[in-house]
């Protein structure tokens, strides 16, 4: 499937690799981790890389091939199985991050690299209700006043200003996790040895629209980087995965619709029993 310049993953990661003098690791096993559709996993297996996909809630990405994309219950036999995992605007969605990069450490390579882009806690527009400051701001008053203001997200245009109050209320609750840095940085230390963020690198290889207006305003140094860290994106890095026995554990992912007036409860991924392998 073909995707826009700024919706590409290979030039972002394989720059950010090629900065890391780890390239040879694209020639490894890659593992979009929270592929969605799979369309990512698509481009990368284009390129001819040998890619995987998985998420827990997406049964769209099983219909494209069903041997490229893993369930949960394929997990816990894939250890040190990928020397590249990604994921991109994934972890503003997971409410355990303990449990997320512990499963990460349990599928990276003990050389691997993971690299993961998300939303700034500080992005001046959330990008799902596009309410300003929603990552941050969870007051219901907050999400009535832009209510009242007539702040909606597209399908949200035939719902009553309340319901999409009391809708976004509950999703900056349950469906997004903006977590500082420092304590992103702190949860990562229990399961990698390294963990560094690197915006610089995103900076440099990113085809983001934003970015290259930004670039041709401020250059590439360090305002730049710090303008896009605190107000666009985070680009974390792990990796020396510290090895641990497989648990069984929960991972929380995007559970709340930010359409529905009354959404389902949370759904959970739980790790199973393995049955298949990669190779």
């Known amino acids: ?25 694209l ?30 809630h997406s049964s769209a990405a099983k219909d494209i ?22 994921s991109t605007s994934v972890f503003e ?27 700034a806690r500080w992005r001046p527009i959330e990008s799902h209700m596009y309410v300003p400051l929603g990552g941050v701001i969870r007051a219901r008053a907050w999400f009535e006043l832009w209510a009242a203001a007539g702040i909606q997200a597209e399908p949200q245009r035939t719902m009553r200003r309340r319901d999409v109050a009391r809708c ?28 560094a963020f690197a915006e610089d690198s995103y900076v440099r290889h990113t085809e983001s629209k934003w970015c290259r207006r930004l670039r041709s305003t401020v250059g590439r140094g360090g305002i730049a980087q710090w303008l896009y860290r605190t107000f666009h994106t985070r680009a974390l890095v792990l990796s020396s995965p510290i090895p641990r026995h497989w648990q069984d554990t929960e991972i929380t992912s995007d559970p709340v619709p930010v359409t529905a007036t009354e959404p389902e409860p949370a759904t959970h991924l739980t790790a199973l029993a393995p049955d298949v392998s990669v190779h």
């Open 65 to 86: 091939n069903h041997n490229r994309f893993l369930s949960s219950r394929d997990l816990p036999g894939l250890a040190g199985c990928f020397d590249v995992i990604f």
């Open 27 to 56: 020639d490894g096993t890659i593992l979009d981790f929270g592929c969605g559709s799979g369309r990512h996993v698509e481009e990368w297996r284009d390129a001819g890389r040998n890619a995987y996909g998985f998420d827990p």
């Open 93 to 119: 969605h997971v409410m355990d991050y303990d449990a997320a990069l512990r499963q990460i450490a349990h599928l990276l390579s003990p050389a691997g690299v993971s690299v993961h882009f998300f939303p």
């Open 1 to 25: 499937m073909a995707l826009a310049a700024d919706q590409r993953t290979i030039p972002v990661v394989s720059g950010l690799l090629r900065d890391l003098g780890r390239t040879e690791l």
């Open 168 to 195: 976004n209320a509950r999703y900056a609750r349950e469906g997004i996790n903006y977590l500082p840095a420092e304590k992103i940085s702190r949860v990562a230390s229990r399961h990698f040895r390294e963990v």
